[in-house]
């Protein structure tokens, strides 16, 4: 399985980015797809996490900022970022499971866990400048 990220880069305050994970060998038709990010000195942070039937969970800090989406026909799933902040300033990874983790998507208060994601990508770069 490989996970590739792409999109990432500088912008202002406000302003918008595209993140994309493009993945192989991974059959994307009963786990989860998220993004996590991991800004220096923080621990990392699942902020959206999809199940293979469109359910997703969002963290507090990007709902109604961020959306995930994906294009079966690509293999490649996106994050479109909003109204950016300083604060998502951070390293940007894509991360698959093999688990649907209906137990999360049920609750829709607990993120699931990073542990529970057995695939990830090298990561890409967002700041977010004031």
């Known amino acids: 399985v490989q996970l590739a990220e792409s999109g990432g880069g500088s912008v202002q305050s406000g302003g918008s980015l595209r993140l994309s994970c493009t993945y192989s060998g991974y059959t994307y038709n009963s786990g989860s797809m998220a993004w996590f990010r991991q800004a220096p000195g923080k621990v990392r942070e699942g902020i959206v996490s999809r199940r293979s039937d469109g359910t997703t969970i969002y963290a507090d800090s990007v709902k109604g900022r961020f959306t995930i989406s994906i294009d079966n026909t690509k293999n490649t799933l996106y994050l479109q970022m909003n109204s950016l902040k300083p604060e998502d300033t951070a390293m940007y990874y894509c991360?698959?499971?093999?688990?649907?983790?209906?137990?999360?998507?049920?609750?829709?208060?607990?993120?699931?866990?990073?542990?529970?994601?057995?695939?990830w990508g090298q990561g890409t770069q967002v700041t977010v400048s004031s």
């Open positions: 991360a698959a499971a093999v688990a649907s983790l209906s137990y999360y998507y049920t609750l829709q208060t607990l993120f699931p866990p990073a542990d529970y994601f057995h695939y």
